[in-house]
DNA sequence: CCAAGTGGTTTCATTATTTGAAACTTGGTT
DNA sequence: AACCAAGTTTCAAATAATGAAACCACTTGG
């Protein structure tokens, strides 16, 4: 589904993508390196990124770096999905409840990606957080919206797994993976059992519309030191309850409409 | 600098923005009734996006929303920011200083786009607040980052501003604007009068990189409750020091190069 | 039950944009 | 001065975007 190579706008996104991924500024030349895209093709649509603002260009040091209009895009897109707002108090809740950490998660190009964090004891952080991305094959919320995707879909995603061995328990085959899944529909939730890093583990449970469509998915997370997979197992209804919860207020906050809300983004 | 329309990729991002901009997930005739583009045109462009996972459709409700692909990549925009990285450190210092709040702000599309804020007294929010924006012509950061910039670019964003009288105090035309700047230029800082909110003044100097190119703007918030515009000048050297601390960091930081960060994105 | 309407999707010939090999400019090195 | 690497521009050919019109699916009302 999310394909790659529409037109223009996909190369230019590819390029958006391969700048964002070296961790620090870069220049035309190593981008180039290791894109697929001849020269001049690369430089016009890097030109067009920094024009749009999606890039900024230090012409101190001739290098790009992801831009400005990314984060105030990325202010609407947090500000306005539905899942964060409306789970967010459930989250505290349950995090409170169990004192652990809980997160919030979404899947994005076959990969996990975390929306919210709560934690207990240090209740600071969030951008800092919200945003990373993790396996989804071997982890607690990967393997939860896997198992209750739409099984083309499972597929698509699973095909696209590295299947790294991370630590000793980590899956490692697409075979082993679906097996797991299985368990996980029977069973009603997931867990990782320290199968990405040592020491952690946590329970996770799939957020689903009314339709039965994936919303995201909500885990609680301890360590080997504090807990066990037994102990998590306790917190499954917690979990469940609060899975559900956020849910049925995803499916109400659609409709209300929220009398118009006035756009205003610029002179432009 | 910043034009709109090149090509495909211009548009692209101009729908995008524009669904952003709807507080709220929103219909294709929605969009469509405030959009340039014919209805064909449109919809390509919104499947594109789509299928590029920088909006997301909902199928249940039929409606397009800022897509999860934007929280990622502004979570990249905002780890390598070396802005904000830097700046960091010395916000909270100026904060813990002088018991204000402290902004961490910068120039897009002709407005200020807000990447931080520290205030003493409750060290929470974040991504609530990264990604705001607000008016540069009557903000304290605003006229401090206009006041800097070369004079060609700043006449290119006056022309931009909309000059709506928010307060008495605002400022409503490019005039009164340029004599404003020129004030801060002699100055070294700006200050914003209650312009833009009944109550709210604040003492704002520009970030400038060593070649005089304006990086942001750092700013101290106070309520004309607690303290009067006399009690923020007193404040200057320190706001000032943090800009040039931040400046001096940020010139630094550029070349190190950090030893080539393995990039990691996904399976694709 | 059919007619008209609304919101969304597809077609297809036309048009405009994108493409990339090659040539060129710039700034630094030997 | 000759050389080299990095970045930028040219231009005809190849490709992708365009949008008027037609179409489909579904509701509304006569």
Same mark, same amino acid.
């Not at 797994?161 to 980590?170: A, C, D, N, V």
């Not at 990782?192 to 040592?198: G, I, V, W």
């Given at each position: 589904m999310a394909g790659s190579g529409d037109g223009t706008v996909g190369k230019a996104l590819e390029v958006l993508d391969q700048v964002a991924s070296f961790g620090r500024p870069v220049r035309f030349s190593d981008v180039l390196a290791d894109s697929a895209f001849p020269k001049p093709t690369l430089y016009r649509l890097l030109q067009t990124l920094v024009s749009q603002n999606m890039l900024a260009f230090d012409p101190d040091h001739q290098t790009y770096a992801p831009g400005a209009r990314l984060v105030r895009l990325a202010h609407a897109a947090w500000a306005q999905s539905s899942l964060v707002q409306v789970a967010s108090p459930h989250l505290v809740g349950l995090s409170a409840a169990t004192h652990e950490t809980v997160h919030l998660a979404q899947l994005d190009h076959g990969q996990v990606l975390y929306l919210d964090k709560r934690n207990a004891a240090h209740p600071v952080e969030m951008f800092s957080q919200a945003g990373k991305i993790g396996p989804a094959y071997c982890t607690g919320v990967g393997k939860a919206m896997l198992a209750y995707l739409d099984p083309a879909q499972a597929e698509v995603i699973i095909a696209q &797994? *590295?299947? $790294?061995?991370? &630590? #000793?328990? %980590?899956? %490692? %085959?697409a075979a082993a993976l679906r097996r797991e899944l299985q368990a996980i529909r029977i069973r009603g939730y997931g867990f /990782? @059992? =320290? =199968? $990405? =890093?040592?020491g952690i583990i946590c329970i996770a449970v799939p957020i689903l519309s009314?339709?039965? @469509?994936?919303l995201g998915a909500v885990s609680v997370t301890s360590t080997t030191a504090r807990s066990d997979l037994a102990g998590l197992e306790h917190l499954a209804p917690q979990v469940r309850d609060t899975a559900a919860a956020i849910a049925k207020d995803a499916a109400r906050w *659609?409709? #209300? /409409?929220?009398? %118009?809300q006035s756009r205003q983004l610029a002179g432009e």
């Open positions: &797994q *590295s299947f $790294h061995k991370f &630590q #000793p328990g %980590t899956l %490692t %085959t /990782d @059992r =320290e =199968e $990405h =890093e040592a009314p339709a039965g @469509r994936v *659609s409709f #209300p /409409d929220h009398g %118009t």
